[in-house]
């Protein structure tokens, strides 16, 4: 095995959850764009082929499925190493790609895009790190890896593989990756799929989780004070805290707050 081969993870959808792939293609959708092989060798041209394709695909996403499509006609090459793991048996599949990208929409018109690829091994998945699993659990359809790609080679190989449970660091700074990416996610939705007054019912909701009685303020008048919480139903028992929701990325989920 040489490093210079490219080790490539892939996602498919299609899979029908036999024991092992039975078939000798990887294949990925987005039929709407026909052979590949007719646009231009670029980026830019498979962006500007998938908005034309999906005029409803969002901003965001288009570079990220462009770059897949791009990288499975373009840039796997004969002889690189395919990780594809299959949820439905749990099954970690490495092998070789043996062919050239083809376009074949009469064999499965969902997933028309193709490759051959030899399958080498259908190791489980409790073979391999957490670290490992981890990485090959990528979002994305096609993805290389990097990482771990000496724990892949090895299994393919045929070479014996460490398996202890990944250690106490390991798994700390993959604890602490899901808490930022969750962090990210909820802070993304807050601040761009909630409206003002939105952001405000939902404050006041987690007040009354940590077990304050809470109220929205009227919108016009307010004197800046959004939601008012005290402890006590009534509210004549101190403290009583006064909020005033600012719905910003600096300051969200720490909205300013006065006791009295």
Known sequence: MTSERAIWGIHMEW???TSAPDTKDIAIGWQELGDLRKLPASRD????ALVKAYPNEKPGAVPVKAGVLFRFANEIRLGDVVVYPSRPDRLVNIGLVSGDYSYLSTVNSEYPHRRHVEWKLHAPRAQFSQPALYEIGSAIT?????NNADEFTAALDGKPITTLDVDAEAAAEIAVQAEESVEDFVIKRLKNELTPDQFEYFVAELLRCMGYYSRVTKYVGDGGVDIIAHKDELGFEPPIIRVQCKQT???????AVQQL
Do not use: V
Not at 45 to 48: L, M, R, V, W, Y
Not at 142 to 146: E, K, Y
């Open 249 to 255: 990325l600096s300051t969200i989920g720490g909205p």
């Open 15 to 17: 899979d029908d959850g």
């Open 45 to 48: 041209a498979f962006k500007a």
């Open 142 to 146: 096609l993805f290389q890896i990097s």
